[in-house]
């Protein structure tokens, strides 16, 4: 799971956060643990931060480091809360091509709980708009946008869009 503020452990560099879960359950040595913390700050494009502490990193960095974190372990379905929340625009978008990269590369289910309308749209597949507690629609982006009734031209102005 990527959580809206990244809740990465500010006692800890980098390498300690993003290893976290490798050393809980797993049996790799040392250099294994290492070796997949690096490949997996790469794949999230983020080089020679291992030492850093969060406090030492932007916005954005520290939600790819929490990604990083999220996908050491290659789950099957990564759960994103508000990615780009607190983000400039530039940044969101990096996160948004991100998510979809990884869900190409590895193969990986995303589900993302957002209020950004573009974001949806860009990383989506399948839109489901809630309200309330309760879908108003779901279906592919593209019905989302070109349906007799677009679904988020209908969505009440400042509604919890998901």
Do not use: C
């Not at 290492?34 to 954005?60: F, H, I, K, T």
């Not at 990884?102 to 709980?113: E, P």
């Not at 679904?151 to 998901?162: D, I, K």
């Amino acid at each position: 799971m990527l959580f809206q503020s990244g809740a990465l452990f500010d006692s800890m560099t980098v390498r300690e956060n993003v290893s976290f879960a490798l050393v809980e359950h797993t049996d790799w040595d040392e250099a294994k643990v290492l070796a997949r913390a690096e490949e997996v700050l790469r794949l999230v494009e983020l080089d020679g931060v291992l030492d850093l502490m969060p406090s030492d990193l932007s916005g954005g960095m520290r939600k790819r480091v929490a990604l990083a974190r999220a996908i050491a372990l290659a789950p099957a379905a990564i759960l994103y809360d508000e990615p780009t929340t607190g983000l400039d625009p530039i940044t969101a978008n990096t996160i948004n091509r991100l998510i979809r990269s990884l869900q190409k590369r590895l193969g990986v289910t995303s589900i993302v709980v957002t209020h950004d309308i573009h974001s949806a749209f860009t990383v989506g597949d399948r839109i489901a708009f809630l309200h309330e507690g309760r879908i108003l629609f779901h279906g592919t982006t593209a019905e989302a946008r070109n349906g007799r009734r677009a679904a988020a031209a209908e969505f009440p102005p400042g509604g919890g869009y998901a």
